[in-house]
Every structure is written in structure tokens, then in C-alpha cells.
């Protein structure tokens, strides 16, 4: 299965560069995946959707640095101005995106899901992040993030996870 269409369409209507990588699906998760295709971890994002629980109804994709921890009880819950909030379940994740967890990006999202990017995922010159299935990756440089309508660059979203 190549990368979803939609997440392509979303790069291209963007003018983003970006390369797809084809990934087995069986490795899409991040440390199997940096494992076998010999990746490092600090150049790997992933895309974490964020669901609050108190009230119930908001949501939000944050994309931070595999060697990094989202602060989903510190910033994010703040941020989305709720009482509780976690991690989208993978049925859930699924149902709001139309992607598995291990292929969930930031392209191709809901116009009504706020996307913020930790700003450490801009310090790298390249990253690898999902394109929106477990069989495709896409790597590219993270300083075309800055700028994008839609996604805001926000400082402290993730914590060190002290990888």
C-alpha cells in the first residue's frame, strides 16, 4: 500500500519537497521502524492525536520528536483549555483521521483539527514522519513546517523523554 493519496495531495498543495519511503507495516512503529532502516531516533516525528476527556470534543495532532515525551497533562491539555485530556485510542485516531497509528501525519487532516509541532522537530535538517499509512513514510526538511496555515510552531509541547 503506497502513501495515502490525500496526504500526497496535501504535500503538493503545500509545495512541500518531501521523499516517501516505503516501510513494511509490520515495522511502522517508531523504534522498529529506525531500527530496520537504520534511522535515528532524534530524526523521527511522530504524529500524536490528543483527545480531551473533561470536557469531551477537543482534539489536536501534535507532532514531536521520537526522543521526546508530549506534555499531553502540561501544555497540551492547557492549551486545548480542557481538565483531562490523552492520547487518541487507535479506533478513535482512526475514526477522526481515516489513519492507523505508525502512518498518522500531520497532512491530509480534518481542516478542523489544529496541528502544533514542538519546536524542536524544526532543529533537525531532515526528519522521517508518517504519510498517513503503515506502508510509507515521508522524510523532509522540518523547516517547511514553519509557515504552513493550520499548524503552529509551539515551544515546550514535548518534554526531554531522556532517550
Not at 47 to 53: K, P
Not at 55 to 67: N, Y
Not at 90 to 101: D, N, P, S, V
Not at 151 to 157: I, P, S, Y
Request: aromatic share 4%.
Amino acid at each position: 500500500m503506497p502513501p495515502d493519496p490525500t496526504v500526497i495531495a496535501a504535500l503538493d498543495a503545500r509545495s512541500i519537497r518531501y521523499e516517501v519511503m516505503a516501510c513494511d507495516p509490520a515495522l511502522a512503529d517508531t523504534a522498529q521502524f529506525c531500527a530496520a532502516y537504520d534511522v535515528p531516533m532524534d530524526r523521527s516525528a511522530n504524529t500524536i492525536l490528543v483527545a480531551s476527556r473533561k470536557p469531551e470534543g477537543h482534539i489536536a495532532a501534535c507532532l514531536v520528536l521520537a526522543t521526546t515525551r508530549l506534555d499531553v497533562n502540561g501544555m497540551v491539555r492547557r492549551r486545548l483549555g480542557v481538565r483531562k485530556a490523552s492520547f487518541a485510542s487507535a479506533e478513535q485516531t482512526m475514526e477522526l483521521t481515516g489513519m492507523e497509528i505508525g502512518g498518522v501525519t500531520v497532512f491530509g487532516l480534518p481542516d478542523d483539527v489544529p496541528v502544533w509541532i514542538d519546536s524542536k522537530v524544526l532543529e533537525p535538517s531532515w526528519v522521517i514522519i508518517g504519510a498517513g499509512s503503515r506502508s510509507a513514510k515521508s522524510k523532509l526538511d522540518p523547516a517547511q513546517f514553519a509557515g504552513i496555515e493550520g499548524a503552529e510552531v509551539v515551544e515546550a509541547l514535548a518534554l526531554s523523554a531522556g532517550i
